[in-house]
Every structure is written in C-alpha cells, then in structure tokens.
C-alpha cells in the first residue's frame, strides 16, 4: 500500500467491504488493535514520521471522522465537554478557553444554538448532528489530514449531501489533506479529486476523478462504476454486479487476487502485476490486460 494526499486534496479510497480500506485508516492513526503490527518503509504527516511525533503534536495534527459517531463520543457526558478535552489534554489550554474553542467548533460546523447543543449529551442530537460533532472534534486543532472512514454511510441521503458539503468545505479552509474511504464510487465520483481503488489490501488503481467514468483502465474498477445504477440505467435488465467475493486474507495468492472474478484474465495473471504509469504518471494501474 502507497499513498500521497497533498495539503488541500481530498482523496476517494474505494473497494468492496473487505478490501483493506478502514484497516488502512487505522494503521495511519495508529489504532490497529493487538496483535496487528504496522510495518511502513515511511509514514510520514508534513515531512515528519509519525513514529517520531508526540502523541500531542499527533493528536493536533490528525483527525479521524468514523462511520458511527456513537463510537467516538461517550453517552455519558455533553458533547462540549468531550469536545473540551481535545484542546485541554493536546494544547494545554484552560478549561473555559476551550470551552468556547468547542461552541466555536460546533458552529463552525453549522450545528445550530451551538451553546445550548454543547451542553446536550450525545443522545440528545440527531445523526447529523452526531456527525458533524465529530467532525468539530477533529477541528479543536489544526489538522493537517483528515480521515473520513465511510461518514455517511449510516445518514439518510439530505443530511448526507449536508455532511459531504461541510468535507469539502473544510479542505478548502484549512488547507488539510482529506483521506474520505467508502464502498460508494458514485460519493466518491463527487467529493474527491482523485481515486485509489484498493482490492485485497492492494491499490489496483488511481487516477483523476475526472476520469473515472470513461477513463479506467482496471477490470475491477469499471465494474465498481457500471455497478452503479443512474437515471439511464434500463430497469427491464439485473442491476449489474461483480460476480463471486473478495478473497480473504488466508486466501491471498502471489497472483492477482481479481483473477477469479475477472473477465480478461489469463495465464499471465498467475503472477502479481505491478502499479505503474498509465497515460502518465497521474493515473496507475495494476493490471496485465489493462486498457
């Protein structure tokens, strides 16, 4: 796995469930549980090793959003308080201070009364709400990457374009690298400004998001993309999928791991082909029959 966001990009990782995506996020952040070991040639945030930061400079300097965020915020206390802690524990700051850094966050965020949602516990709040909380708690500091590990999934589809406004708009402030996973291509297709496409914990693909639709070159990622049914899309015929599963991790080979669900392969897919240049260096693929 080899990625590279620059300050003020937003970049898609996409793939079935399974592919390795959310496990990725978790390596960065330093949050692979026990017995998992992270092993990189260079994890680096703004030119410095991760490994060689403090877990305040870390802490200020990294922001994950998760899918649920009932997982990031406690229901026993109010979402100011937890939001607080941030800027008490990594900037040293007093607890009034931060205070009015969480209302200020949570307004900056387009929560409503911010004062009055900042004393409310997390089950007073919608799913909206909830994440976009979560979202403030990443911005008590000055992130420099953001995480977004599938945050829309469990919202309905308004507050979802709501939640995908305010990632886009945040890049565009702070001038922060956005790292946004999730199994919807067509989410991605919107928000991003180029798309790694991971399958059994390999990048297979990456390219522009401008050249998404017409412009893959992988088997597997134009199949993600005509599997996403449009107002175009004939409702007499199956919507289209890829047949079989992803591999799991005991059934990973020294081939290509999409071989067996893959249309074009062929003998020379017993071996692993390699990420390289396709059309220039801006688009990447891992694919022997590659077009």
């Known amino acids: ?62 922001a994950m959003v998760f899918q649920d965020p009932m997982a990031s915020l406690n229901p026993a206390l109010r979402v100011g308080g937890q939001l607080a802690e941030v800027a008490i524990v990594h900037q040293n700051a007093s607890r009034a201070d931060a205070h009015r850094r969480a ?47 599938e945050p829309t999934t469990a919202l309905d589809v308004t507050v979802q374009r709501q939640i995908l406004t305010l990632l886009r708009e945040v890049p565009a402030e702070t001038g922060a690298a956005t790292l946004f996973i999730s199994h919807d291509i067509a989410v991605v297709g919107e928000l991003c400004d180029r798309v790694v496409v991971m399958y059994a914990g390999r990048v297979v693909e ?18 993600l993309v005509a599997s996403v049914p449009d107002m175009d899309t004939d409702r007499s015929l199956p919507l ?32 692993n082909p390699p990420l390289v240049d396709h059309d220039g260096p801006a688009h990447r693929v891992a694919c022997w029959e590659a077009k």
């Open 103 to 149: 209302v200020d966050r949570l307004g900056h965020v387009h929560i409503p009364e911010p004062e009055r949602r900042a004393r409310q516990h997390p089950h007073e709040l919608s799913g909206g709400m909830r994440q976009r909380a979560v979202i403030a708690m990443g911005l008590m500091g000055t992130p420099r990457l953001i995480i977004a590990d």
């Open 1 to 62: 796995m080899s990625l590279t966001i620059a300050p003020g990009e937003i970049v898609g990782l996409v793939g079935e469930s399974g592919s390795g995506k959310s496990l990725t996020a978790a390596a960065i952040g330093g949050l692979v549980p026990y017995p998992g070991v992270v092993r990189a040639e260079a994890l680096r945030l703004c030119g410095t090793d991760i490994a060689d930061m403090s877990p305040k400079e870390l802490g200020t300097s990294l």
């Open 206 to 223: 990456e390219l522009p998001v401008k050249h998404l639709a017409e412009g893959a070159a992988h088997p597997y990622t134009r199949a």
């Open 240 to 271: 289209a999928g890829i047949p079989g599963r992803p591999p799991t991790p005991a059934e990973f080979t020294d081939g290509c791991a999409f071989a067996a669900r893959c249309p074009l392969a062929t003998d020379r897919c017993a071996d």
